[in-house]
């Protein structure tokens, strides 16, 4: 990224050569970030300002695009992202319909079809969701939601599945795929809407028509730069990340069920999950105080969301599991990361267990 904040200072609209500069380190990573996620063409790769944009222009786009308002089908248990972009859409006459999901968080092929039909434009299902790490069937939703209607586009939010799950436009069976910066160890505040040829966009930014037109604004050059250099290297690192990450969650689980036996994990082996996500509670402590106690034993942990820390209100995503309320009021989620070892797996475990001791 440091060219790009200093002697490579150029507005990449521009004409003279520093701005050309600017312009061939973004095309060079739009044909890396397409090869890499399987877009048929670099053009079919939108860089935004983050996932929350790319999963409002991989909805509103197609749903506003040309003279109709297509309909959208999402999840119970989607980002903020989309769900806030679905309701706005119905607010300007779009049908929306929203899929419930088991006690697991997963939507099932059958249900997101039965929820398709002639009106419906967009369906979007995440890869797996950013609070319980629950891994949904994305590519069988895809075929089950185009046998209902064979126009149907599928976006699919793969925020959080990107940095240890194979990713791509055919793998996953999608026409609009998003990902982000910051969750692959990249910078925040820049993201990519990758696609499948041919689709009409409206914007969701006006301005100077950069990207083609569907995303206006002066790109983030470094931003774009340092998001594909991460995002390769989250993709070389995918097997290291998974054995050490997964042992790391592995010895966590089985070390706090050892020192604290009435700990339940809400996912555990009822589902597949990201290989770094544990969503836990501890019954009869609420998820603030334990938060709290735990940022001062140094660990950093969150519950519900991370965009929406801090509001402590029921997480929908577990009101849509039929989590009771006194039951999600205790459920923390810890993650682990590609700088975590298997041995912080035993010392996330112990300061748990301490600060539970404590409170009781």
């Known amino acids: 990224?440091?060219?790009?904040?200093?002697?490579?200072?150029?507005?990449?609209?521009?004409?003279?050569?520093?701005?050309?500069?600017?312009?061939?380190?973004?095309?060079?990573?739009?044909?890396?970030l397409?090869?890499?996620?399987?877009?048929?063409?670099?053009?079919d790769v939108v860089f935004t300002g983050g996932g929350t944009e790319s999963d409002n222009l991989g909805l509103a786009g197609p749903?506003?695009?040309?003279?109709?308002?297509?309909?959208?089908?999402?999840?119970?248990?989607?980002?903020?992202?989309?769900?806030?972009?679905?309701?706005?859409?119905?607010?300007?006459?779009?049908?929306?319909?929203?899929?419930?999901?088991?006690?697991?968080?997963?939507?099932?092929?059958g249900d997101v079809a039965a929820a398709v039909d002639e009106s419906t434009r967009v369906v979007s299902v995440m890869a797996a969701n950013n609070e319980t790490g629950v891994i949904q069937p994305v590519a069988e939703i895809a075929a089950a939601a185009r046998e209902a209607n064979p126009a149907v586009l599928v976006h699919t939010d793969a925020v959080q599945a990107m940095v240890s799950l194979p990713v791509n436009l055919g793998l996953l069976g999608v026409d609009l795929l998003t990902v982000a910066s910051h969750k692959v160890g990249g910078p925040k505040g820049v993201g990519a809407l990758v696609m499948r040829p041919g689709i009409e966009l409206e914007p969701v930014i006006h301005g100077g028509g950069q990207e083609l037109g569907r995303r206006s604004g002066t790109h983030d050059v470094a931003g774009i730069v340092g998001m594909v250099a991460a995002a390769e290297a989250a993709v070389f690192d995918r097997d290291r990340f998974g054995r050490d990450v997964?042992?790391?969650?592995?010895?966590?689980?089985a070390k706090l069920t050892a020192a604290v036996p009435d700990v339940v994990f809400t996912i555990g082996a009822g589902a597949d999950r990201l290989v770094q996500h544990s969503h836990f509670r501890v019954p009869g402590i609420s998820a603030e105080t334990l938060l709290i106690r735990l940022d001062g034993a140094g660990v950093a942990a969150s519950a519900g969301s991370a965009c929406q820390s801090g509001a402590l209100e029921m997480s929908h995503v577990l009101a849509a599991?039929?989590?009771?309320?006194?039951?999600?009021?205790?459920?923390?989620?810890?993650?682990?990361?590609?700088?975590?070892?298997?041995?912080?797996?035993?010392s996330?475990?112990?300061?748990?267990?301490?600060?539970?001791?404590?409170?009781?």
């Open 1 to 32: 990224m440091a060219p790009y904040l200093d002697a490579d200072f150029g507005n990449p609209s521009g004409l003279h050569a520093p701005s050309r500069r600017a312009k061939d380190a973004i095309e060079s990573a739009r044909e890396r």
């Open 34 to 43: 397409a090869a890499l996620l399987g877009a048929a063409h670099p053009l």
């Open 63 to 109: 749903c506003l695009a040309g003279s109709g308002r297509g309909g959208v089908v999402i999840s119970a248990v989607e980002h903020e992202a989309v769900i806030e972009t679905a309701r706005f859409l119905g607010r300007l006459g779009c049908p929306v319909r929203v899929v419930p999901v088991d006690r697991f968080g997963r939507a099932t092929p």
């Open 246 to 253: 997964g042992e790391a969650r592995s010895r966590f689980e």
């Open 321 to 346: 599991m039929d989590l009771p309320a006194e039951e999600a009021a205790e459920c923390v989620r810890i993650t682990f990361g590609w700088t975590t070892s298997p041995h912080d797996g035993d």
């Open 348 to 360: 996330a475990a112990a300061a748990v267990a301490t600060v539970v001791g404590d409170l009781r």
